[in-house]
């Protein structure tokens, strides 16, 4: 949920979006998405803390009626309690260890990632997409910020705000306070934007899978319109590529 979403929010929130291409959805944004009319098919999830289960606060049964929870079973039960729709569980070969041959069931196995993010896109080759396309992943501080709009974070923030401390205040703190892992990155369109180490990683895992998909003769497009530029991608707004990948 970089802050590029912001960008394609028009673009996802028109209805034939969604008869043209699969949603899939991190759970930091699934609240975000809802408000806006865009009802993605498919949510991720592999937290390990309880905390995210603010981010299904509030939801109906009849709100995520066709959204689908894919979860990592390593993942925080609270997460499987408060989702109130249906859910599917990853293969895991532990869990499955755990349990014996009694009860453990088959089930389809995504490779593990290091992000909810790596979750979605190994969800979206599972099912067999194909272009897969980025929205939303910056990886990177774009425009100074770290969250897009209405961000779940921004909610645990709201009793802090005043006049002396701002959203913007609060954003700027959570980039500075990693000060000594800052580094720069190539920018999607040119120059420079702010990355630290650990986005860093993230986006070096996603290149390696980039290029392993690439090699299979899958395409993977960018369009986050913002952020860091990714190896092994196209880079194209979120319209143009998905009139020229799904048809209506």
């Not at 959805?25 to 991720?44: D, N, Y």
């Not at 993942?75 to 859910?87: C, S, T, V």
Request: aromatic share 6%; with cysteine; charged share 25%.
């Amino acid at each position: 949920a970089g802050p590029s979403l912001d960008r394609a929010m028009e673009t996802l929130a028109d209805p034939s979006t969604r008869d043209r291409a699969v949603l899939i959805a991190t759970q930091t944004v699934l609240g975000t998405l809802l408000a806006r009319g865009i009802k993605p098919h498919f949510v991720v999830a592999l937290d390990y803390h309880e905390i995210s289960r603010r981010f299904y606060e509030g939801l109906t049964a009849d709100a995520v009626r066709g959204v689908t929870l894919v979860v990592e079973p390593k993942a925080n039960p609270a997460i499987l309690e408060a989702f109130p729709g249906a859910i599917r569980c990853v293969g895991d070969d532990v869990l499955d260890a755990v349990l014996g041959e009694s009860l453990a069931t088959p089930k389809g196995e995504i490779p593990p990632g290091a992000t909810v993010a790596h979750l979605a896109y190994g969800l979206a080759r599972f099912i067999g997409c194909d272009p897969v396309i980025l929205v939303g992943q910056d990886l990177a501080f774009t425009d100074g910020q770290y969250y897009a709009h209405h961000a779940a974070i921004h909610r645990v923030w709201s009793n802090e705000l005043n006049a002396f401390n701002t959203l913007e205040m609060l954003e700027w703190e959570r980039i500075v306070r990693m000060r000594s892992m800052l580094r720069t990155a190539p920018a999607v369109g040119g120059g420079e934007v702010y990355t630290d180490e650990q986005m860093h990683t993230y986006r070096v895992q996603f290149e390696r899978e980039f290029q392993r998909d690439a090699a299979r003769g899958l395409t993977t497009i960018d369009a986050s319109e913002g952020g860091a530029a990714k190896s092994h991608t196209s880079v194209m707004s979120l319209r143009d590529a998905l009139d020229a990948h799904a048809k209506a």
